[in-house]
């Protein structure tokens, strides 16, 4: 016998438009999109979970303010009579990734529990080596991707893309105050807002890349060393106009950019024509840059207005 033959009923039975053929052809019509959902969604548990990327310069807390946010809120709720956060500067030349989830009952929590509940949303935060000679790879290329995504690092599905939502840009305001390490984090910085101001220009077609927040969070205002908020702000402002003047006097020097407008755009910051460099510049690249003060260890205004702000981008 064929297998012509052998399936002849069958296909005959499926040709026939009875009820019974009609009913399962439906149900599997329905069920069969939601079942492959399932399976696949159970297979790459990570593939959709948003991201946020935390940078900064080395020492600027990157590493204490995620082992903070991975133990959960004990530890910042009374700094004198729990054990502090232990933290190792992290030195890997990859990026880490870890699972947070945000949830407006609680400041912070990697509760499980908690993470199921429907108001609670999951993210993924992407600490990174702060040595410069590894950022170009690490940070500065996502960030300049015009399709808003981040490749996850290896402990999750390594290849998978991650929609980035935001960037913290972790800096040490006590440092800051002395004057020396201005410079060093406003080059880093500046790197930062030109990779993505170059993310808009190399938009596809006439479709922007979706806005990208960035918050400077000015750390260890528990140091009665530290410049508050409003300090940082202003002080890596001029920091940020001076490297743009002193890059496109650079290019000025060196020929290029003489012949065309397209050169200058890719180096000059914010909006053309303006003097002093200010933040709000950056907003006709979609990108809105906030500058909020806090600390992770300590005595001070903590880590809540960071938490909050991240909450509202994932
Ligand atoms: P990273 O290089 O950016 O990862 O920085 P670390 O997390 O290793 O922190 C560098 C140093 O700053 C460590 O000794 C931390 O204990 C300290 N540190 C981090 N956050 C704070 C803070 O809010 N206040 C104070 N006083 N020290 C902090």
Redesign the pocket.
Known sequence: MSLLETFKPLIEAAMNPTPTVLVLGLIFLVLGPILLHFLYSAVTPYTTLPSVLLI??????????VTLFERGPLYSSDSNSLPLPT????TSATPSTTELSISPSHPYTTDLDAASATSTKKFLLIDTP?HPKLRARSVLTPLSSPDSSITIPSQHSEGDKSPLKAVIF?V?A?ALADGDALPATAEYLYDVLLSLQNRFHSRKGSRAPASMPVLVAA?????FTALPASLVKSNLEAELGRIRAARSKGLLDSGVGQDGVEERDDAWLGGDGSEKFKFDQMMEFDVEVEVIGG????D?PGVDKWWKWVGKRV
Do not use: R
């Not at 900064?56 to 303010?65: A, C």
């Not at 750390?219 to 140091?223: E, M, P």
């Open positions: 900064g310069p080395p020492g600027s807390g990157k590493t204490t303010l933290s190792k500067t992290h702060g972790l040490d006590a750390n260890k205002l528990d140091l600390n992770v260890i300590g001070g």
